[in-house]
């Protein structure tokens, strides 16, 4: 193939070249490759030249590699190039850069162990590969489960899963996946659990039949096949296990490393336990049989706890405790009989020392005799013609003989353990189809091969060529199918090394005829083999240096066995008097077990099936009665032949599809990927076999349309016709010359290997071509652009330079003009300046000179006046020194005390300042001393200001004593003169003076030291005040900051609060939506049980015709809710009437079943209670303020009440009466006329019609106020008493009915007779109390009844008394009678107690007050009835006048005709009147026979509810309790069973939905609550429900809404989810964006549109339908938010976890698509108005999908920014998406192992499910916003269409 590719082999070419440590190496050609070169140049990824010897005989070249954008594929075939070097390369990638373990390779699909427990086999995996075609999704177990269940189902063919490979490759736990797949998709037919006992065969298989080997902690060491049955309905009905080959030899032997079966681990893990003291066993070290392999521990693994899951699993499938006990006293004994230790006697005999322990203990379970196993265990019997020996035998012989019995008792036990897991799998429905699971050992080879790995190589051989036919045959298939010429494939065929095995003289035939010989050996065999193939058969070898192996060439490899133990393992001899011994035991158990060897059996040891099993080509081996030694003396080739000849049968009449695991490393390493080891299972396990014979034909196939897409930019427009086939045809036409590379098929295009890797090149050039095209262009433009940019700047630059050269000049010129002028002016200015200096000269000396001599004149004025000026002030300042000293000493004496105090004061506040007290009650109050220091400071400046005014007093009294003392000098000078002679009175005046001018002085030094003081003081002071203004300064600012930090601690504080608040209200809110959906989903699955009840309960009646005669009950399960129960019963007994012999024979119905089903829905019934008793807590928290209100409210009612009921019964009596006397009157007016005595106008007939008017006045009367009363006083009075009695008397008898038919057997029923002793005991007892109590209260109400007799006496009295009087005189005696007896009542209470009189006059108060409303109405309806009487009377008198005018002709004997007078048309109340027996008639036309679709369309929306509550109106009205309980019963039935008869017709759900939800609003809207009634119209308040509460109905039709909900959304996700995948991701809305990859033998969905295939449009126009129909129904806004709500999270969450599933659908082109559509999708919410219903936050987690295959994926930056954008995904979520990101095209790039290392780095922290899949089947909890109608029930009109003329409007 590669020289037909050397056109290829180019510079830049990648090839595959052999490796010894890595198989293959990548490498590129550095240069161009030419026909006749012998070697390549060649360079290695890590840089390495490298020449490449070409082999001159053949001249092959090497692997060319396929591009990067098919490295990673799904499927193998899909690879361009089909070799080995890429498929190992692709499994390597995908392993360990992608973590994907699942491959397909065709019709095989490759798992690799990946040692690590990975999240991929959930049950949201299950739901997602559920009903998918297996190309659709990526690779994995479950799809080829549920390839095989959906070919059996389509088929009706039988499937086969073959699971094989290598030790440690993951056989077994692919097999159990497997079988889970089926158990959990397809269900069992019934509730006896099947596919919970085909898993739980697991554990129990694996304890038995599982060991630890040197490859596998949990190794297989047998091959399985299990047959999992189903019924025509494909439901699991039971199961059949066959096994192959145990390895016997493993129980007494085990190599190093390994172990023994698990189940003697666990055994000995568990030996502490007190059922185990018995079997005497200890650690596992302690016994020869579990301690060679000397490692008895697995890791992790626990086995005591190992041991308990292995016992539930017994217990599960039927194995009681005393038959476990019994397979662990074996177990035991095995353990023990290993202990046993042999001596010699002699070299020919051997013994067992006497009381050997373990031998003992051995017996001792076993049951046999010491004496005889002991001797049986070292001789044996030889038996001749004649005679029979005892031969002893030696030590060697004894030890290979217990040990032989050790595996035969194994082996036995093995077999009976298996026997009994058919017989609890097996079932007595007749098996339809099945599907095996085969889990069979792979293809070994070891460095020792024994019998063992002969026989499974042998069976290895066997399926692989039925794999090879089976994929020859599937190719045939295609090429005929696409009518292709079909030409020979030439594939490997082993049917030589078959034959060599199996054929006659084969390797078996010759074993088995050595076996038979007397003196047979091994190497006598190994000569036979050697004389008859080794040069006959070129499959058969001898080695060189052994004369005791052969080697045989398989179709993997070649394997040398050692001839050493093939006869003895072959024989499998045992001593048959040991066995005759053990059958002789005590032991039940152990005789069981040995006693099948007197039957026939199968080879395998199974069991024949019996019953309704059909099995093709498995049957058991017959044989006759005296064959049964000889069927035991089979050999063990033989036996392992015929049963793989079954086991070939069965898979060739089966489907197979095959799995192939592989071991990725022996060291078990997590995603650890070993290419030598892979590459040694790939061959041996057929991968490659099915790649070479793809690759030999045509291995890459297109569809046309897929073709035309890919290759579109290779064609140019004229290529391009409407017909795709031709198109394509003319193009490969032009692009391969060569026409055998390719073949036109039907359908697709037929390609050899290459040629799609050829057209990928042509496309990679053309494309590349073409982006250096564009980058041509866009670089051209680019420099075109920086030209224009440059010369642009060019021209800018001249203009600015010229410019500014242009205003250089002018700037010059201006200077230099400006200079000229300065020049002139400057010399102007030196003239000027010169010429004033001169003439300021003159001026000044002129001015000196007339100053000096006006001077000189001035200073002789000056002087004279200045002595004058002397003169007085010395005369003035004398008189002021003696005040100044007068005042000094007085001012000096207030400053000392003031100065005393003054210091004391500041003592004082120093003290206090410096105490810490003072410190923190100047921080408490500091404002307020800041202001009292303020106010000091003001007092002080008013004290300086006073005594400044003293001062200035003191200066100026001084002044007035210096005047007057100048006054006395002046005339003491006068009167000098005269007292001149006087000497003595002049000595005196002198020293008077002399003293004057001391005091003078003193006075003055003492002004100077209070002016000291003072300054000193007002210093004081203002430093004192600065230091006061600083500290309060510093106050404020530390008052400023703590109001601040106060501030601030409150915000932070409030907002704490407002965020705590807020989370604990979002807490609140979730926990409310959980108990909601929790609620829900209760009654999702008591709905369900309910549905399979019935069906249950229908089939029975079906298969039982004859029902028991005499003997007929009640469903008892007919509803779960408590509340339906209560009211069920007349509809149920219609329809059992109606369905006649329903009943069936108790003997044939299961009843553990029902039993278990009623157990079921009673423990769903009282997690419902609990949850709706939480869920009424919690909405109570929001009620319990009015709640309290109106407890108040109903206190301060009580006493109203109490009144109003009296009211209410004399009003009734009385109107009773009236209607007595009406009636009577009436009868009296009509006799009166037919005897024509009174005719109108006389004065009889006056009379009674003035009577007739006035009763019918004081009848409204009394009829308005009855029905005041009743509409208060039944409310709330009446209410609760029905409200008990409803409970009492009609919800308990129907549980305890229920309870009772439950009972069946004998047993139950004694124990119920004990109970209902019991309870009627109670009862009577209960009884007796209520009839003391009915006693007192019957006495209470006779003298009640006396009494009222009394007042009706007295009433009738008044009434006779009442009709003589005229009307308004009438009312006012009735009002005078009223007061009367308020009157007499009120003395009575007076006299009996005042407390009480005083809350008597207080009621009394109110009552009045009611009266005199009373009377107002009173009033009005008396004015209203005399306008009424007067239309009345004139037309009577009308007819009065009519009869006078009678012709005097006319005989008086005529009769008079009556008159009919038309009554105006009354007001209709909003009820509607119906008849008992047309119940059921209004249920059928209104509910069963109803077309949604013309009520729709035609009528208003809600008219059935609408309808329904009006004739609930009614009989609430006529206060008829059954006819209400019936009613809502039938109605809710009926909405249930039209819900099952059409519940997948989303318009009917739909419909009843929005009446189900009105006829809710109904009840709450006219319940008379006002949380209710605010909403309403005064008339719509008057039509409120009067008699009966109907909350517990409320809360019934809330939970059927709720489940009608459910039903919708269900209805509406069937109708969704076919368009969703196709029309949101596989459908190219915007076309051209995303190409198609080749792909393999699977089929993958195209993302072209074909016809048929849904699209974007399609889901939007079935969510405007939705829409559309919701809206015409007349659903609740609110309603129909939820329901788009939930339509969008279903696209959402099925979208995304298909695209998780599918590696085709990451790329960057499809993140594109898928956010257009959520654009669209969008688009349509805005439309419609539902933005903010919360649908947009569902598709939250597919838009950040969608973003995160668009976003770089290549920095840390673009890590962090991935991290915090896709919040709404989990970390799996967005590593599952990076690993699938796949290119579509050569210029992506894939993503890093490093990055998405990165992101999982960061996203570690993240606390999240990690489940990987959105739950598809979550339904978020609805509510039911209250919403009230405007609609007037008395304005609906009933339409004819409807068939409801048996209604009546009332």
Same mark, same amino acid.
């Given at each position: 193939?590669?020289?037909?590719?050397?056109?290829?082999?180019?510079?830049?070419?990648?090839?595959?070249?052999?490796?010894?440590?890595?198989?293959?190496?990548?490498?590129?050609?550095?240069?161009?490759?030419?026909?006749?070169?012998?070697?390549?140049?060649?360079?290695?990824?890590?840089?390495?030249?490298?020449?490449?010897?070409?082999?001159?005989?053949?001249?092959?070249?090497?692997?060319?590699?396929?591009?990067?954008?098919?490295?990673?594929?799904?499927?193998?075939?899909?690879?361009?190039?089909?070799?080995?070097?890429?498929?190992?390369?692709?499994?390597?990638?995908?392993?360990?850069?992608?973590?994907?373990?699942?491959?397909?390779?065709?019709?095989?699909?490759?798992?690799?162990?990946?040692?690590?427990?990975?999240?991929?086999?959930?049950?949201?995996?299950?739901?997602?590969?559920?009903?998918?075609?297996?190309?659709?999704?990526?690779?994995?177990?479950?799809?080829?489960?549920?390839?095989?269940?959906?070919?059996?189902?389509?088929?009706?063919?039988?499937?086969?899963?073959?699971?094989?490979?290598?030790?440690?490759?993951?056989?077994?736990?692919?097999?159990?996946?497997?079988?889970?797949?089926?158990?959990?998709?397809?269900?069992?037919?019934?509730?006896?659990?099947?596919?919970?006992?085909?898993?739980?065969?697991?554990?129990?298989?694996?304890?038995?039949?599982?060991?630890?080997?040197?490859?596998?902690?949990?190794?297989?060491?047998?091959?399985?096949?299990?047959?999992?049955?189903?019924?025509?309905?494909?439901?699991?009905?039971?199961?059949?296990?066959?096994?192959?080959?145990?390895?016997?030899?493993?129980?007494?032997?085990?190599?190093?490393?390994?172990?023994?079966?698990?189940?003697?681990?666990?055994?000995?893990?568990?030996?502490?336990?007190?059922?185990?003291?018995?079997?005497?066993?200890?650690?596992?070290?302690?016994?020869?049989?579990?301690?060679?392999?000397?490692?008895?521990?697995?890791?992790?693994?626990?086995?005591?706890?190992?041991?308990?899951?292995?016992?539930?699993?017994?217990?599960?499938?039927?194995?009681?405790?005393?038959?476990?006990?019994?397979?662990?006293?074996?177990?035991?004994?095995?353990?023990?009989?290993?202990?046993?230790?042999?001596?010699?006697?002699?070299?020919?005999?051997?013994?067992?020392?006497?009381?050997?322990?373990?031998?003992?203990?051995?017996?001792?379970?076993?049951?046999?005799?010491?004496?005889?196993?002991?001797?049986?265990?070292?001789?044996?019997?030889?038996?001749?013609?004649?005679?029979?020996?005892?031969?002893?035998?030696?030590?060697?012989?004894?030890?290979?003989?217990?040990?032989?019995?050790?595996?035969?008792?194994?082996?036995?036990?093995?077999?009976?353990?298996?026997?009994?897991?058919?017989?609890?799998?097996?079932?007595?429905?007749?098996?339809?189809?099945?599907?095996?699971?085969?889990?069979?050992?792979?293809?070994?080879?070891?460095?020792?091969?024994?019998?063992?790995?002969?026989?499974?190589?042998?069976?290895?051989?066997?399926?692989?060529?039925?794999?090879?036919?089976?994929?020859?045959?599937?190719?045939?298939?295609?090429?005929?199918?696409?009518?292709?010429?079909?030409?020979?494939?030439?594939?490997?065929?082993?049917?030589?090394?078959?034959?060599?095995?199996?054929?006659?003289?084969?390797?078996?035939?010759?074993?088995?005829?050595?076996?038979?010989?007397?003196?047979?050996?091994?190497?006598?065999?190994?000569?036979?083999?050697?004389?008859?193939?080794?040069?006959?058969?070129?499959?058969?070898?001898?080695?060189?240096?052994?004369?005791?192996?052969?080697?045989?060439?398989?179709?993997?490899?070649?394997?040398?066995?050692?001839?050493?133990?093939?006869?003895?393992?072959?024989?499998?001899?045992?001593?048959?008097?040991?066995?005759?011994?053990?059958?002789?035991?005590?032991?039940?158990?152990?005789?069981?077990?040995?006693?099948?060897?007197?039957?026939?059996?199968?080879?395998?040891?199974?069991?024949?099936?019996?019953?309704?099993?059909?099995?093709?080509?498995?049957?058991?081996?017959?044989?006759?009665?005296?064959?049964?030694?000889?069927?035991?003396?089979?050999?063990?080739?033989?036996?392992?032949?015929?049963?793989?000849?079954?086991?070939?049968?069965?898979?060739?009449?089966?489907?197979?599809?095959?799995?192939?695991?592989?071991?990725?490393?022996?060291?078990?390493?997590?995603?650890?990927?070993?290419?030598?080891?892979?590459?040694?299972?790939?061959?041996?396990?057929?991968?490659?076999?099915?790649?070479?014979?793809?690759?030999?034909?045509?291995?890459?196939?297109?569809?046309?349309?897929?073709?035309?897409?890919?290759?579109?930019?290779?064609?140019?427009?004229?290529?391009?016709?409407?017909?795709?086939?031709?198109?394509?045809?003319?193009?490969?036409?032009?692009?391969?010359?060569?026409?055998?590379?390719?073949?036109?098929?039907?359908?697709?295009?037929?390609?050899?290997?290459?040629?799609?890797?050829?057209?990928?090149?042509?496309?990679?050039?053309?494309?590349?071509?073409?982006?250096?095209?564009?980058?041509?262009?866009?670089?051209?433009?680019?420099?075109?652009?920086?030209?224009?940019?440059?010369?642009?700047?060019?021209?800018?630059?001249?203009?600015?330079? $010229?410019?500014?050269? +242009? =205003?250089? !000049?002018? *700037?010059?010129?201006? /200077?230099?003009?400006? %200079?000229? @002028? &300065?020049? #002139?002016?400057?010399?102007?200015?030196?003239?000027?300046?010169?010429?004033?200096?001169?003439?300021?000269?003159?001026?000044?000396?002129?001015?000196?000179? $007339?100053?000096?001599? +006006? =001077?000189? !004149?001035? *200073?002789?004025?000056? /002087?004279?006046?200045? %002595?004058? @000026? &002397?003169? #007085?002030?010395?005369?003035?300042?004398?008189?002021?020194?003696?005040?100044?000293?007068?005042?000094?000493?007085?001012?000096?004496?207030?400053?000392?005390? $003031?100065?005393?105090? +003054?210091?004391?004061?500041? *003592?004082?506040?120093?003290?206090?300042?410096?105490?810490?007290?003072?410190? #923190?009650?100047?921080?408490?109050?500091?404002?307020?001393?800041?202001?009292?220091?303020?106010?000091?400071?003001?007092?002080?400046?008013?004290?300086?200001?006073?005594?400044?005014?003293?001062?200035?007093?003191?200066?100026?009294?001084?002044?007035?004593?210096?005047?007057?003392?100048?006054?006395?000098?002046?005339?003491?000078?006068?009167?000098?003169?005269?007292?001149?002679?006087?000497?003595?009175?002049?000595?005196?005046?002198?020293?008077?003076?002399?003293?004057?001018?001391?005091?003078?002085?003193?006075?003055?030094?003492?002004?100077?030291?209070?002016?000291?003081?003072?300054?000193?003081?007002?210093?004081?002071?203002?430093?004192?005040?600065?230091?006061?203004?600083?500290?309060?300064?510093?106050?404020?600012?530390?008052?400023?900051?703590?109001?601040?930090?106060?501030?601030?601690?409150?915000?932070?504080?409030?907002?704490?609060?407002?965020?705590?608040?807020?989370?604990?209200?979002?807490?609140?809110?979730?926990?409310?939506?959980?108990?909601?959906?929790?609620?829900?989903?209760?009654?999702?699955?008591?709905?369900?049980?309910?549905?399979?009840?019935?069906?249950?309960?229908?089939?029975?009646?079906?298969?039982?015709?004859?029902?028991?005669?005499?003997?007929?009950?009640?469903?008892?399960?007919?509803?779960?809710?408590?509340?339906?129960?209560?009211?069920?019963?007349?509809?149920?007994?219609?329809?059992?009437?109606?369905?006649?012999?329903?009943?069936?024979?108790?003997?044939?119905?299961?009843?553990?079943?029902?039993?278990?089903?009623?157990?079921?829905?009673?423990?769903?019934?009282?997690?419902?209670?609990?949850?709706?008793?939480?869920?009424?807590?919690?909405?109570?928290?929001?009620?319990?303020?009015?709640?309290?209100?109106?407890?108040?409210?109903?206190?301060?009612?009580?006493?109203?009440?109490?009144?109003?009921?009296?009211?209410?019964?004399?009003?009734?009596?009385?109107?009773?009466?009236?209607?007595?006397?009406?009636?009577?009157?009436?009868?009296?007016?009509?006799?009166?006329?037919?005897?024509?005595?009174?005719?109108?106008?006389?004065?009889?007939?006056?009379?009674?019609?003035?009577?007739?008017?006035?009763?019918?006045?004081?009848?409204?009367?009394?009829?308005?106020?009855?029905?005041?009363?009743?509409?208060?006083?039944?409310?709330?009075?009446?209410?609760?008493?029905?409200?008990?009695?409803?409970?009492?008397?009609?919800?308990?008898?129907?549980?305890?009915?229920?309870?009772?038919?439950?009972?069946?057997?004998?047993?139950?029923?004694?124990?119920?007779?004990?109970?209902?002793?019991?309870?009627?005991?109670?009862?009577?007892?209960?009884?007796?109390?209520?009839?003391?109590?009915?006693?007192?209260?019957?006495?209470?109400?006779?003298?009640?009844?006396?009494?009222?007799?009394?007042?009706?006496?007295?009433?009738?009295?008044?009434?006779?008394?009442?009709?003589?009087?005229?009307?308004?005189?009438?009312?006012?005696?009735?009002?005078?009678?009223?007061?009367?007896?308020?009157?007499?009542?009120?003395?009575?209470?007076?006299?009996?107690?005042?407390?009480?009189?005083?809350?008597?006059?207080?009621?009394?108060?109110?009552?009045?007050?009611?009266?005199?409303?009373?009377?107002?109405?009173?009033?009005?309806?008396?004015?209203?009835?005399?306008?009424?009487?007067?239309?009345?009377?004139?037309?009577?008198?009308?007819?009065?006048?009519?009869?006078?005018?009678?012709?005097?002709?006319?005989?008086?004997?005529?009769?008079?005709?009556?008159?009919?007078?038309?009554?105006?048309?009354?007001?209709?109340?909003?009820?509607?009147?119906?008849?008992?027996?047309?119940?059921?008639?209004?249920?059928?036309?209104?509910?069963?026979?109803?077309?949604?679709?013309?009520?729709?369309?035609?009528?208003?929306?809600?008219?059935?509810?609408?309808?329904?509550?009006?004739?609930?109106?009614?009989?609430?009205?006529?206060?008829?309790?059954?006819?209400?309980?019936?009613?809502?019963?039938?109605?809710?039935?009926?909405?249930?069973?039209?819900?099952?008869?059409?519940?997948?017709?989303?318009?009917?759900?739909?419909?009843?939905?929005?009446?189900?939800?009105?006829?809710?609003?109904?009840?709450?809207?006219?319940?008379?609550?006002?949380?209710?009634?605010?909403?309403?119209?005064?008339?719509?308040?008057?039509?409120?429900?009067?008699?009966?509460?109907?909350?517990?109905?409320?809360?019934?039709?809330?939970?059927?809404?709720?489940?009608?909900?459910?039903?919708?959304?269900?209805?509406?996700?069937?109708?969704?989810?076919?368009?969703?995948?196709?029309?949101?991701?596989?459908?190219?809305?915007?076309?051209?964006?995303?190409?198609?990859?080749?792909?393999?033998?699977?089929?993958?969905?195209?993302?072209?549109?074909?016809?048929?295939?849904?699209?974007?449009?399609?889901?939007?126009?079935?969510?405007?339908?939705?829409?559309?129909?919701?809206?015409?129904?007349?659903?609740?806004?609110?309603?129909?938010?939820?329901?788009?709500?939930?339509?969008?999270?279903?696209?959402?969450?099925?979208?995304?976890?298909?695209?998780?599933?599918?590696?085709?659908?990451?790329?960057?082109?499809?993140?594109?698509?898928?956010?257009?559509?959520?654009?669209?999708?969008?688009?349509?919410?805005?439309?419609?108005?539902?933005?903010?219903?919360?649908?947009?936050?569902?598709?939250?987690?597919?838009?950040?999908?969608?973003?995160?295959?668009?976003?770089?994926?290549?920095?840390?930056?673009?890590?962090?920014?991935?991290?915090?954008?896709?919040?709404?995904?989990?970390?799996?979520?967005?590593?599952?998406?990076?690993?699938?990101?796949?290119?579509?095209?050569?210029?992506?790039?894939?993503?890093?192992?490093?990055?998405?290392?990165?992101?999982?780095?960061?996203?570690?922290?993240?606390?999240?499910?990690?489940?990987?899949?959105?739950?598809?089947?979550?339904?978020?909890?609805?509510?039911?916003?209250?919403?009230?109608?405007?609609?007037?029930?008395?304005?609906?009109?009933?339409?004819?269409?409807?068939?409801?003329?048996?209604?009546?409007?009332?």
């Amino acid at each position: 193939m590669n020289q037909e590719l050397d056109f290829m082999f180019v510079k830049y070419a990648r090839v595959w070249i052999p490796d010894v440590e890595e198989v293959w190496r990548s490498a590129e050609l550095t240069k161009d490759y030419r026909q006749g070169d012998g070697v390549l140049q060649l360079q290695l990824e890590d840089g390495k030249e490298l020449e490449y010897k070409l082999d001159p005989k053949t001249n092959n070249l090497p692997h060319l590699r396929n591009p990067d954008i098919l490295v990673g594929e799904n499927d193998l075939t899909a690879l361009s190039y089909l070799h080995e070097p890429a498929v190992l390369h692709n499994l390597k990638v995908r392993f360990t850069d992608s973590k994907l373990i699942y491959t397909y390779c065709g019709i095989v699909l490759v798992a690799i162990n990946p040692y690590e427990t990975l999240p991929i086999y959930g049950s949201d995996i299950i739901n997602a590969y559920s009903g998918q075609n297996m190309g659709d999704m990526d690779p994995h177990i479950f799809a080829v489960a549920e390839e095989a269940y959906k070919q059996m189902a389509r088929d009706e063919r039988n499937q086969s899963i073959i699971v094989s490979g290598e030790s440690g490759a993951g056989k077994t736990v692919s097999a159990k996946y497997a079988m889970r797949y089926f158990a959990t998709v397809s269900g069992s037919a019934s509730e006896a659990n099947v596919e919970e006992k085909v898993l739980a065969s697991n554990p129990i298989m694996e304890s038995i039949g599982n060991a630890k080997t040197t490859r596998n902690d949990n190794s297989s060491r047998f091959g399985k096949y299990i047959e999992i049955g189903f019924d025509k309905r494909y439901h699991i009905i039971g199961a059949n296990m066959r096994t192959y080959l145990l390895e016997k030899s493993r129980v007494v032997f085990q190599a190093d490393e390994e172990r023994n079966y698990h189940i003697f681990y666990q055994l000995c893990a568990s030996a502490q336990l007190p059922e185990f003291k018995a079997l005497k066993l200890g650690k596992a070290d302690n016994f020869h049989y579990t301690k060679q392999g000397r490692n008895p521990v697995i890791d992790g693994i626990d086995d005591a706890k190992e041991m308990s899951t292995t016992r539930n699993a017994f217990a599960l499938l039927g194995v009681n405790e005393s038959y476990q006990m019994g397979l662990f006293q074996i177990l035991a004994s095995i353990l023990h009989l290993g202990n046993v230790e042999v001596k010699d006697r002699d070299s020919d005999s051997s013994i067992i020392p006497p009381n050997n322990g373990h031998l003992s203990v051995f017996c001792e379970l076993m049951g046999v005799t010491y004496q005889d196993m002991s001797h049986w265990l070292c001789h044996k019997k030889l038996k001749t013609a004649t005679e029979t020996y005892i031969k002893p035998v030696p030590k060697l012989q004894a030890i290979n003989a217990r040990d032989a019995l050790a595996k035969h008792i194994y082996a036995k036990l093995f077999n009976w353990i298996v026997d009994h897991v058919n017989k609890s799998l097996h079932s007595t429905v007749k098996q339809h189809s099945f599907i095996g699971v085969l889990d069979i050992y792979g293809f070994e080879t070891f460095e020792i091969n024994s019998f063992e790995q002969f026989c499974i190589n042998y069976a290895n051989e066997k399926l692989q060529q039925q794999f090879n036919m089976h994929v020859f045959k599937l190719e045939q298939e295609e090429y005929m199918k696409e009518q292709i010429p079909w030409t020979l494939i030439d594939f490997y065929d082993n049917q030589p090394c078959i034959n060599l095995i199996e054929a006659k003289m084969g390797v078996l035939d010759l074993l088995d005829e050595e076996c038979k010989m007397p003196k047979g050996s091994d190497d006598s065999w190994a000569q036979k083999l050697y004389n008859t193939h080794l040069k006959t058969c070129a499959l058969f070898e001898k080695p060189r240096m052994s004369n005791k192996a052969f080697i045989i060439q398989h179709f993997a490899d070649k394997v040398e066995y050692q001839c050493d133990g093939f006869l003895e393992k072959n024989k499998d001899t045992v001593n048959e008097e040991q066995i005759h011994v053990l059958k002789a035991s005590k032991f039940d158990l152990l005789v069981e077990l040995f006693h099948d060897e007197e039957k026939a059996t199968s080879p395998t040891g199974a069991a024949p099936t019996t019953g309704g099993r059909t099995r093709l080509s498995v049957k058991p081996v017959k044989s006759k009665t005296g064959q049964a030694s000889k069927e035991h003396k089979k050999t063990v080739g033989l036996q392992f032949r015929n049963s793989l000849h079954l086991l070939m049968e069965t898979l060739n009449a089966t489907t197979p599809h095959y799995v192939r695991c592989i071991k990725p490393n022996d060291y078990k390493f997590a995603f650890t990927f070993d290419p030598k080891r892979a590459v040694q299972q790939l061959r041996a396990c057929g991968v490659l076999e099915t790649i070479r014979i793809s690759a030999a034909g045509f291995p890459s196939r297109w569809t046309y349309q897929e073709f035309f897409s890919r290759y579109r930019v290779l064609m140019i427009q004229k290529d391009v016709l409407t017909d795709r086939k031709m198109t394509c045809k003319n193009v490969l036409e032009k692009l391969v010359q060569d026409p055998d590379k390719y073949q036109f098929g039907k359908t697709k295009i037929f390609f050899r290997a290459g040629q799609v890797a050829y057209l990928e090149k042509l496309r990679a050039d053309k494309l590349r071509a073409a982006c250096i095209r564009i980058q041509k262009t866009i670089r051209c433009w680019l420099a075109r652009k920086k030209y224009l940019r440059m010369k642009h700047a060019a021209t800018t630059i001249q203009r600015y330079v $010229r410019g500014h050269q +242009a =205003r250089c !000049l002018a *700037k010059f010129l201006r /200077r230099t003009r400006a %200079a000229i @002028i &300065i020049q #002139k002016y400057q010399r102007m200015y030196v003239q000027k300046t010169c010429y004033k200096r001169k003439q300021a000269a003159a001026l000044a000396m002129q001015c000196i000179l $007339r100053a000096y001599m +006006a =001077r000189q !004149l001035y *200073k002789a004025l000056l /002087r004279e006046h200045k %002595a004058i @000026i &002397i003169q #007085k002030m010395v005369r003035g300042w004398l008189a002021r020194q003696w005040f100044k000293r007068s005042l000094r000493a007085i001012v000096y004496l207030q400053c000392c005390i $003031r100065r005393m105090r +003054a210091k004391w004061e500041l *003592k004082k506040l120093k003290i206090e300042a410096r105490s810490v007290e003072h410190f #923190k009650k100047l921080n408490i109050g500091m404002e307020n001393k800041i202001m009292q220091l303020q106010r000091r400071i003001d007092e002080q400046n008013k004290d300086n200001r006073s005594l400044s005014e003293r001062l200035n007093g003191l200066e100026i009294s001084h002044a007035a004593e210096s005047e007057r003392m100048r006054v006395e000098v002046h005339r003491l000078r006068g009167a000098e003169e005269d007292a001149k002679n006087n000497a003595n009175k002049v000595a005196t005046l002198l020293e008077e003076l002399e003293r004057l001018r001391k005091d003078l002085k003193n006075t003055q030094k003492e002004k100077k030291a209070i002016e000291d003081w003072a300054k000193t003081y007002q210093d004081e002071m203002e430093q004192m005040i600065s230091e006061l203004k600083e500290q309060n300064h510093l106050l404020k600012n530390e008052k400023n900051d703590l109001n601040r930090l106060i501030q601030e601690q409150g915000q932070q504080w409030t907002e704490k609060m407002q965020r705590a608040l807020k989370e604990e209200t979002q807490q609140l809110e979730n926990d409310l939506n959980e108990e909601r959906s929790r609620y829900q989903n209760l009654l999702t699955e008591h709905l369900r049980l309910e549905e399979k009840y019935d069906d249950l309960k229908e089939e029975i009646t079906l298969a039982v015709n004859v029902p028991k005669p005499g003997h007929r009950r009640t469903d008892s399960t007919h509803s779960s809710n408590e509340s339906e129960c209560t009211y069920n019963s007349e509809f149920a007994e219609s329809e059992e009437g109606s369905r006649g012999g329903e009943d069936v024979s108790k003997a044939i119905l299961d009843m553990s079943l029902f039993l278990k089903l009623q157990k079921r829905v009673s423990e769903l019934e009282q997690e419902k209670q609990s949850l709706q008793n939480e869920l009424d807590r919690r909405e109570e928290q929001f009620q319990r303020a009015r709640a309290r209100d109106d407890e108040e409210h109903k206190k301060a009612r009580g006493a109203e009440l109490e009144y109003e009921s009296l009211k209410r019964q004399e009003l009734e009596s009385e109107n009773k009466k009236l209607k007595h006397h009406l009636n009577e009157m009436r009868q009296s007016l009509r006799g009166s006329a037919e005897a024509g005595s009174a005719a109108p106008g006389s004065p009889p007939y006056t009379v009674l019609l003035d009577q007739l008017n006035s009763s019918n006045e004081e009848l409204e009367v009394r009829k308005e106020e009855v029905l005041i009363l009743r509409s208060q006083l039944v409310s709330q009075k009446e209410a609760m008493q029905h409200k008990v009695r409803h409970k009492a008397t009609m919800t308990e008898p129907l549980p305890y009915i229920e309870d009772v038919q439950k009972l069946t057997d004998a047993k139950e029923i004694s124990q119920a007779y004990m109970g209902l002793k019991d309870t009627n005991r109670l009862l009577e007892s209960q009884l007796q109390a209520q009839r003391r109590s009915h006693d007192n209260e019957v006495e209470v109400l006779r003298g009640e009844l006396q009494s009222v007799k009394e007042d009706n006496n007295r009433q009738q009295q008044l009434l006779a008394q009442n009709l003589q009087l005229p009307p308004e005189a009438r009312i006012e005696a009735s009002l005078q009678h009223e007061i009367t007896r308020l009157t007499n009542e009120n003395l009575e209470l007076h006299s009996d107690d005042p407390k009480e009189y005083k809350a008597y006059r207080i009621s009394m108060l109110r009552r009045m007050v009611d009266l005199m409303e009373q009377l107002e109405k009173q009033d009005k309806t008396v004015r209203k009835l005399k306008k009424q009487l007067k239309v009345f009377a004139k037309k009577i008198n009308d007819l009065e006048g009519g009869q006078m005018d009678v012709s005097p002709g006319q005989t008086t004997d005529e009769p008079v005709h009556p008159v009919n007078i038309p009554r105006r048309e009354k007001d209709f109340q909003g009820m509607l009147e119906y008849k008992k027996e047309d119940e059921l008639k209004l249920v059928k036309n209104l509910i069963l026979e109803l077309k949604p679709r013309g009520v729709a369309v035609n009528l208003i929306p809600g008219l059935p509810a609408y309808i329904l509550f009006m004739c609930l109106r009614h009989a609430d009205y006529v206060n008829d309790d059954q006819k209400v309980r019936s009613l809502l019963t039938s109605v809710i039935n009926s909405i249930k069973k039209i819900l099952k008869k059409r519940g997948d017709d989303f318009e009917t759900v739909s419909f009843w939905l929005s009446n189900t939800c009105r006829f809710l609003h109904c009840l709450k809207q006219y319940s008379g609550d006002e949380q209710f009634m605010k909403h309403n119209s005064p008339k719509q308040n008057d039509h409120c429900l009067s008699n009966f509460d109907l909350a517990e109905y409320r809360q019934v039709l809330s939970d059927l809404a709720i489940q009608i909900y459910q039903q919708l959304i269900k209805s509406m996700e069937s109708i969704l989810q076919p368009m969703i995948v196709s029309g949101m991701l596989e459908h190219e809305t915007i076309q051209g964006v995303s190409g198609v990859k080749p792909t393999g033998l699977r089929k993958r969905t195209s993302s072209i549109a074909d016809e048929g295939t849904y699209t974007l449009d399609s889901i939007i126009r079935q969510l405007n339908s939705f829409h559309s129909i919701m809206c015409q129904h007349g659903t609740d806004p609110e309603l129909i938010k939820q329901v788009v709500k939930q339509q969008f999270y279903i696209i959402g969450a099925v979208t995304l976890n298909n695209l998780l599933l599918r590696k085709d659908m990451c790329s960057w082109s499809k993140g594109m698509q898928i956010r257009y559509n959520v654009s669209q999708l969008e688009e349509w919410l805005r439309d419609k108005n539902l933005m903010t219903c919360g649908a947009k936050e569902t598709l939250e987690p597919l838009i950040q999908a969608a973003q995160l295959l668009q976003v770089k994926k290549k920095t840390d930056e673009d890590a962090e920014a991935i991290c915090s954008m896709c919040n709404a995904l989990s970390t799996a979520q967005i590593v599952k998406v990076l690993n699938l990101y796949t290119p579509v095209n050569a210029f992506e790039e894939r993503v890093s192992v490093l990055f998405i290392r990165t992101i999982q780095t960061r996203l570690r922290d993240r606390k999240e499910s990690p489940q990987l899949l959105m739950d598809t089947k979550v339904i978020y909890p609805v509510t039911f916003p209250f919403n009230p109608s405007s609609l007037a029930l008395e304005t609906i009109q009933i339409p004819g269409s409807l068939n409801l003329a048996f209604l009546t409007r009332v």
